[in-house]
């Protein structure tokens, strides 16, 4: 009977693939073929996206008269690494953290200028976050390699898995580097700006201004009958200058003040809105620890309250041309600083601190 | 066993809707899904004259926050406010 063979058949399958499925790695070997196929396809994507980065960067470079921008940038990447300090003595971490930090921006800063001699200090900024970007891609690319050739040489499937299921958050972020590309080539302000661009609309344009520590700016105007300064780093090239050094100089000489108020990017949360505002206390500032702990130290010292005023965007929007959703977040930003100011005693100035990378904002 | 039709069977029925099933899954597991597709972004340069009105127009290389131009309206002394990504509007989006 055709139906009995059938009944024989389907059962022997049965028997056959549940031995297969849990006596076996078949299904493990499996999944890591599939995997790895998967990754590698996303691999040869990744070095798209470098290359496509380099192209844009050499393509800068060399408008901005570098005679062999190939050479300067094969040069800069896997170099001018920074190796973090001992944290298992943590004291003095904050002051040697400091250190490196500032000795490895002169060193880049030092390169760009000897392959780059005739370039403007802003042309300069730029060339040194493009070098930045090729060499994080290229980092991205090495490390994803790296992890996918191990799970390879020992058939580590979890480790293939979890690679795979990471790929399109590693694809997206590097496609969003790619894109920054463009905005430092084209100079047009980053969401990143955000802080410094609440700084400028709090004031105006034309108030006198004077450079306070390395590439920081203080002003000084009047908002709400208050003495505003207000500190953000100098533009309109590449920069984050130093907001914690700057701070910490501007109280010293003037004493006592009634408020620091940080104002920053801060990154949103998957259901939030691209230029949602918040605000609280602390100091609103993403740098690796110096800076920001020199903001705290300065108002503990004071007793000053310190306020934070943040503007939500997701990394993308962080790195890539500021949007319009950003520009009306920081005009909320800078509503919400005022009425922050109009509640302080009018008879001590008042400190705010714009944060972030001011390119394409004087 | 139950005949459906002549010399065909209902295992082998069972069979090939599983098989067509299957199938159809892996063709739309393969199918690359859309993302949020938004229009083609613009970059403006938003002006603010003496005046007191505001201008948007396309980015410029070289423009930047606080650079003083000329009003492209009337002429007389402005200065870029903001440069900013404007998507076009999604036909039939609320």
Redesign the interface.
């Given at each position: 009977m055709a139906g009995e063979d059938w009944t024989s058949t389907l059962l022997v399958l049965l028997i056959l693939s549940s031995f297969l499925l849990n006596f076996t790695d078949i299904p493990q070997r499996i999944q890591l073929w599939r995997w790895s196929s998967y990754i590698r396809k996303r691999i040869i994507q990744l070095f798209e996206i470098e290359q496509d980065a380099r192209r844009k960067a050499v393509k800068y470079l060399s408008e901005q008269g570098l005679k062999d921008p190939g050479k300067a940038i094969d040069d800069f990447v896997d170099n001018y690494f920074l190796i973090s300090p001992v944290s298992l003595e943590p004291t003095d971490i904050i002051r040697r953290l400091r250190h490196l930090i500032r000795e490895r921006n002169k060193s880049v800063k030092a390169y760009v200028r000897e392959v780059f001699p005739d370039a403007s200090e802003e042309v300069r900024q730029n060339a040194e976050v493009m070098f930045e970007i090729v060499s994080v891609l290229v980092l991205i690319n090495k490390i994803v390699k790296h992890y996918f050739q191990l799970g390879l040489k020992y058939s580590n499937w979890i480790l293939m898995m979890q690679l795979a299921l990471e790929m399109p958050m590693i694809v997206r972020l590097a496609k969003t580097y790619d894109d920054a590309m463009d905005s430092f080539a084209s100079g047009t302000p980053v969401g990143d700006g955000a802080g410094p661009l609440a700084v400028r609309y709090l004031l105006s344009f034309d108030v006198p201004e004077r450079e306070v520590a390395e590439e920081t700016l203080v002003l000084e105007g009047t908002v709400e009958g208050r003495k505003v300064l207000a500190i953000k780093a100098k533009g309109p090239g590449s920069s984050v200058g130093y907001p914690g050094e700057a701070l910490r100089k501007v109280v010293e000489e003037v004493g006592r003040v009634s408020a620091i108020i940080t104002v920053d990017a801060a990154l949103k949360l998957e259901s939030e809105e691209t230029g949602e505002v918040s605000y609280g206390v602390g100091a609103a500032i993403g740098d690796p620890g110096p800076e920001k702990i020199e903001m705290e130290r300065v108002a503990a010292e004071k007793g000053v309250p310190l306020y934070a005023v943040v503007i939500k965007m997701s990394e993308e929007d962080a790195i890539t041309t500021m949007s319009e959703e950003i520009v009306k977040g920081v005009k909320k930003a800078v509503d919400i600083i005022k009425e922050i100011i109009r509640k302080l005693p009018p008879e001590e100035p008042v400190i705010v601190v714009g944060v972030g990378n001011t390119i394409g904002i004087r | 066993?139950v005949q459906l039709f002549d010399g065909v069977?209902t295992?082998?029925v069972i069979l090939f809707i599983t098989l067509a099933v299957m199938i159809t899954l892996l063709v739309f597991s393969m199918i690359p899904r859309r993302t949020g597709q938004q229009g083609k972004p613009s970059?403006?340069t938003?002006i603010k004259c003496v005046d007191g009105h505001e201008v948007e127009r396309e980015?410029s290389?070289?423009?930047?926050?606080?650079?003083k131009v000329k009003c492209p309206q009337c002429g007389k002394e402005a200065?870029v406010m903001?440069?900013?990504?404007?998507?076009d509007q999604q036909p039939g989006k609320p």
């Open positions: - | 066993m069977d295992y082998t970059i403006k938003l980015f290389r070289g423009d930047y926050v606080g650079k200065v903001a440069i900013y990504i404007k998507r």
